[in-house]
């Protein structure tokens, strides 16, 4: 059974940056992807960014080009997300989830594409 835990969030500066991590256990399929998700209250669910494990290719949403980074090290079985020059707007609990489902990673971006959650870790942008 797959399961994955977020760690990593807390209190950041605006301009500050933080390293999410996603501990993924129980994959077995060759073709899983995880993305990383985020919510901020009253808002929808959004996609962050996505890889896929065993090629790394890798996509990103427009806010999160040329600021956050998606990696993983498949020794560990941990998909990060490192964040850089956070923004007040990024506050918000990030979830990672998996599928192995996604063929191409335009699907990616979309919540219900999804079929493993993790429990989420906040994010708080404050000055």
């Known amino acids: 059974q797959v399961q994955l835990v977020e760690s990593g969030g807390g209190l950041v500066q605006p301009g500050g940056s933080l390293r999410l991590s996603c501990a993924t256990s129980?994959?077995?399929?060759?073709?899983?992807?995880i993305g990383w998700f985020r919510q901020a209250p009253g808002k929808e669910r959004e996609g962050v960014s996505s890889?896929?494990?065993?090629?790394?290719?890798?996509v990103y949403s427009s806010f999160a080009k040329g600021r956050f980074t998606i990696s993983r090290d498949n020794a560990s079985g941990t998909v990060y997300l490192q964040m850089h020059n956070l923004k007040l707007e990024d506050k918000a609990v990030y979830f990672c989830?998996?599928?192995?489902?996604?063929?191409?990673?335009?699907?990616?971006?979309?919540?219900?594409?999804?079929?493993?959650w993790g429990q989420g870790t906040e994010v708080f942008v404050s000055s």
């Open positions: 989830a998996g599928s192995e489902r996604i063929i191409l990673l335009l699907a990616a971006g979309f919540p219900n594409e999804y079929d493993h």
């Open positions: 129980g994959v077995t399929s060759e073709n899983y992807v």
């Open positions: 890889i896929k494990l065993r090629e790394g290719k890798t």
